[in-house]
């Protein structure tokens, strides 16, 4: 049984820093998988933030590149975000997703960006 689970999210002031983790079990191969963070901000439906493809392709929304850095620990199976100079606008909650044949979601963690 694959589970993905999610630490790091919070309450930072704008400019502030976190960063999220994100602890894969139940699946072989993760050097094989697609691996992603993405956000549901409010009112609005989930939206991809930053992507490592299994063959190592980077790839960022255009409102966090230069702010944020996706990255991977193969052998341990997690997946980090770097999350730098955070604005209101980054605020929502963060799902890890993995895919590999299947589509794999964690649970979410919240992230709040408030003055």
């Known amino acids: 049984q694959v589970q993905l689970v999610e630490t790091g999210g919070g309450e930072v002031r704008p400019g502030g820093s976190l960063r999220l983790s994100c602890e894969a079990s139940g699946i072989s191969d993760f050097n094989r998988c697609t691996t992603a963070w993405y956000r549901r901000a409010p009112g609005r439906q989930r939206e991809l933030v930053a992507r490592?493809?299994?063959?190592?392709?980077?790839d960022y929304d255009d409102n966090v590149r230069g702010r944020f850095t996706i990255a991977r620990d193969n052998p341990n199976k997690i997946v980090y975000l770097e999350m730098n100079d955070l604005k209101p606008e980054d605020t929502g909650v963060y799902y890890c997703y993995v895919q590999r044949f299947a589509d794999y979601w964690g649970q979410g963690t919240q992230v709040t960006v408030s003055s």
């Open positions: 490592i493809t299994l063959e190592g392709y980077l």
